[in-house]
């Protein structure tokens, strides 16, 4: 019986590939220059320093590496802020296991103020006890510290804990803890899906419309 949640954010709840594939091209608009809308998934297929380096060199951009890296960045921000979209029906789930009264918290590799920006934009940030982000904690989520301490703040054994997650590596990280487990199908991750769907107790290509029985008892 599911008494507490934990969800990943990138990929799980917010489909993270438009908020990547177009931050380059905002940037590139930002300035003034016209970008073609295949170039985007060119340099969501690269690190941002290697589409820094590619914007320099295309667009004859009189910046620094680093400055335009942060400028990218900047659009990432923006894009959590106001416009990344959620997954197909996250948002109407999150809010069935609150109004169910099941603690939330957000383990994630992201960083809290924007997640937590994102959450707030989609009226759901009350729903969730605590976002655990590494860029704050320091912690990586191939360890299963934020999990465990996840777990612990909510009162919950992770027997009765689900962890919501797109990331293969992730769900053999909190499995041998006892945690169930529920993939979240994501282009980013398609390559393991099936894997994913393999290992995971649940697997999920859009959240349902009501939490299902095997959750409930």
Not at 11 to 18: E, K, N, S, Y
Not at 118 to 123: C, F
Not at 158 to 179: M, N, Q, S
């Amino acid at each position: 019986m599911i008494k507490a949640a934990i969800f990943d954010m990138d990929g799980t709840l917010i489909d993270t590939m438009p908020v990547w594939s177009n931050a380059g091209a905002n940037y590139l608009a930002r300035l003034g220059v016209e970008v073609d809308p295949q170039l985007g998934k060119r340099f969501f297929e690269m690190t941002v320093l290697e589409t820094a380096e590619l914007i320099r060199e295309k667009f004859s951009i009189q910046l620094g590496a680093e400055e335009i890296v942060n400028g990218i960045y900047k659009e990432v921000e923006r894009s959590y802020r106001e416009e990344a979209p959620f997954k197909l029906g996250a948002v109407e789930f999150v809010k069935q296991l609150a109004q169910s009264e099941i603690p939330m918290c957000i383990v994630s590799s992201g960083s809290a103020p924007l997640i937590s920006a994102a959450l707030e934009r989609a009226g759901i940030r009350d729903c969730f006890t605590k976002i655990f982000g590494a860029a704050q904690t320091g912690i990586d989520k191939r360890q299963p510290t934020m999990f465990m301490q996840a777990a612990e703040l909510m009162g919950a054994d992770p027997i009765h804990t689900w962890v919501f997650e797109d990331a293969l590596y992730a769900v053999r990280v909190v499995k041998p803890f006892g945690f169930r487990t529920v993939g979240i199908a994501d282009e980013l991750s398609a390559a393991m899906a099936h894997q994913l769907e393999l290992e995971a107790d649940l697997y999920w290509e859009k959240y349902p419309s009501e939490i299902p029985e095997k959750m409930l008892g």
